[in-house]
């Protein structure tokens, strides 16, 4: 299969990100290889991750996006307007397609580029420009194609997320967290687009014009952001049963498709209230469907670099995929029975008979083996005699703890046999 | 565009749930137009959901898969071997793309299948075998495909997942909500397919084989079900900070890849512990992603519809997808400013002067506008005098909150301007 040739403008992180991606393709499931044939920014000297020395430079990205050396103009300039817009609108009208991450870009002319892109008849794909790594923006588009959407609702703002997760969790000032966000790299210096809403409100429209077939006008969007949410705020409603979050979405009306961005209360069992920290997360509903959700990292260079270069990979030749995804070049791996240095704590549920001695009996046959216990939990005996023990073990290896169940076969005093399960690690 | 033309073999819940979408095809996001040409099913004069009176009529699913008036094959016969197999097989060396929803038939056969396709150049497609509504499948094989994937796990078996959530939530035994689950529909008559992690199984051997470009073979799965899983073993686990589940999982190991599943104890607060009743869930974790949650209604006929039409939606002739996937034949909706009868509950918060008749006043500019309080919180007033409290209101009205909103503009006592939040209603 022929290389697919990339000009990439822009290298900041993600642009960088996506470059070490391209250098270690042989690992990834591409449905073919890919190559990076140009490259732009706007300094050419800057120190960066990536070494870009052997690509050829362009001052210029609508230049780039012109060439006839690329089969795809990768966008990663970033703004609604100017160089971000020119170049994009060369390469579709070169018949090239565009994967962008520029979310601003989208939401803002993403109709009129739809227009282009389709005189052109070339895609113009943005995965990566809402909610950095989750696939939500093709399984919308594609998977879920056959829903009635009537909701897509969700968390689009990682540093929004942050804020407000932070502030109730630790009783600081908004304030005081907005900097500690910024020192931690999770908010900009300027973090008005974040925090105003705005950035939430432009992903929030992307979704809104797939879900709901609509015309995307962002000039109806309604827009409020975190700023007038105050400690106290949170707090009273956490005593209350809700957490405030920044939520984005739209909703199918008879008048149309309303989008809007604002601090809402969510109550504490609902499953959006639980979305900590800077990631996101997008719930669609509608029929037959019911509602599916989709939680991830919202930003960063890998995530974000991640869902760039998925949207790459469907650019190859269109003929049948792989019903595996799985394309000759890639080195198939065996299923294999079991993983031979895994060590895990486990759980250990046994019924002893009520008599002295069957307890240090159970706990000596585990010790014996090198599985110590964490916790343990006796209840009283049932009306049988048999009194229920749990047991949560310190971590140990695959060979112990085959070894201690082994011995617990053999002890003297078990009623039935035991329950033992393994102790899922911290997500 | 030329109508896509399907057979349909086998028309139980799900069979006749994609007849439906098709019949309201106008409401969805296709990339054009489909029709059911032939259909075919054990009995033709069964009473059905569907009116399949002017379909051709096939006695045998591989007569259909073999005509020459069908552009795909849709495979709802179920079973991993005998007829759904030999129909499969048929229509993929006739050069017709297949979309199934058989997660057995994949999980056994899906290797050689996925070549025989492959040979043809033909799409097999089978979304709807993991999970149901959850679009995991082509997220996995066609977003992702830039992640290395290091770990696929979930929960892929309402069934057992319902049965662990309500032993636990309601102190019944395994027998008790077993049956419950079978007289709700939530379990098959004979349920051993899903209790004993069969099911699961077969489902996390699929995704392993897509996230690991891995040869499928279903033979080293290890599969334990929920049959040993008792009460007791529930609420001792949850009395020492775990949530049993029963959990599907494919691991990259330096061997091979290690798929199986097993009940396991989550943290508390493991993501995954939360998901309760008969949802589905699926975590992919890798570089440079990080980690991805997908959530949703692993079964039924809706969301199982809805996956496999989103997999015959994959199979128009592929040029330049629309960018927001809105073709010519999608009517447009607008973007508009507001949800006009839209009702919500309210969180308020204020800070009011620390003197008598403050709280009065508030209460009767809401209560006059008819917003009335369902719960109200007051703090102690802080150095400057100001008392803050919080307010959640009943449901009410845009006109009604917009009132009252207006009134509070024009109260003597506030300190400084209200927050004024919408509530999220349940999920």
């Known amino acids: 299969m022929k290389p697919l040739r990339l000009g990439i403008a822009g290298l900041g992180h993600v642009g960088c990100g996506l470059i070490e991606l391209v250098e270690k393709q042989d690992k990834l499931r ?12 706007r300094s050419r000297g800057r120190n960066r991750n990536a070494d870009i020395s052997s690509y050829r430079w362009f001052d210029d990205a609508a230049t780039l996006a012109g060439d006839d050396d690329i089969d795809v103009f990768v966008e990663l300039v970033g703004g609604s307007d100017g160089p971000a817009k020119f170049a994009v609108e060369t390469a579709l009208k070169a018949g090239k397609p565009v994967v962008t991450a520029n979310k601003a870009l989208i939401a803002l002319h993403g109709a009129a580029l739809a227009d282009l892109a389709s005189e052109n008849n070339v895609d113009l794909l943005f995965e990566a420009a809402v909610a950095g790594g989750v696939p939500v923006v093709r399984a919308l588009r594609d998977s879920l194609s056959a829903v009635e959407v009537s909701r897509v609702s969700g968390i689009l703002n990682g540093t929004c997320n942050f804020l407000t997760t ?59 952001g975190v700023e007038g949410v105050e400690l106290l705020d949170l707090t009273f409603a956490d005593r209350l049963g809700y957490r ?70 469907k ?55 090198g599985v110590s216990v964490d916790k343990l939990m006796q209840d009283s005996a049932d009306e049988n005699g ?41 997500a």
Do not use: W
């Open 244 to 313: 405030i979050k920044l939520i984005a979405e739209g909703v199918l009306t008879e008048d149309g498709v309303v989008c809007r961005v604002a601090p809402k209360a969510l109550p504490h069992e609902h499953p959006l209230a639980r979305v900590n920290g800077s990631l996101n997360t997008v719930r669609v509903e509608g029929e037959p469907l019911g509602a599916v959700v989709l939680t991830g990292p919202g930003a960063g260079a890998g995530p974000t670099a991640s869902a760039v270069m998925g949207d790459i990979a």
């Open 30 to 41: 591409l449905p073919g290889p890919v190559e990076v044939t140009g490259v732009s920014a």
């Open 166 to 224: 932070e502030m109730l969790k630790t009783g600081r000032s908004y304030e005081e967290v907005l900097a500690e966000a910024q020192k931690l790299g999770y908010a900009e210096a300027d973090p008005t687009l974040d925090v105003s809403g705005m950035d939430a409100a432009h992903k929030a429209a992307i979704l809104s014009a797939i879900a709901f077939s609509a015309d995307l006008d962002f000039s109806k969007v309604a827009v409020e």
């Open 386 to 426: 048999a009194a229920p023990i749990a047991i949560v073990t310190h971590v140990c290896s695959n060979a112990e703890i085959n070894a201690a169940r082994k011995r617990l076969s053999g002890l003297s005093s078990p009623i039935d046999a035991p329950l033992l399960i393994r102790i899922e690690a911290a």
């Open 315 to 369: 650019l190859f030749t269109p003929s049948a995929r792989p019903a595996f995804g799985r394309a000759d070049h890639h080195s198939g791996r065996p299923f294999t029975t079991e993983i031979n240095d895994e060590r895990s704590a486990y759980f250990l549920r046994v019924r002893l008979e009520d008599r002295s001695g069957a307890l240090a009996e159970l706990t000596e046959a585990l010790a014996a083996e």
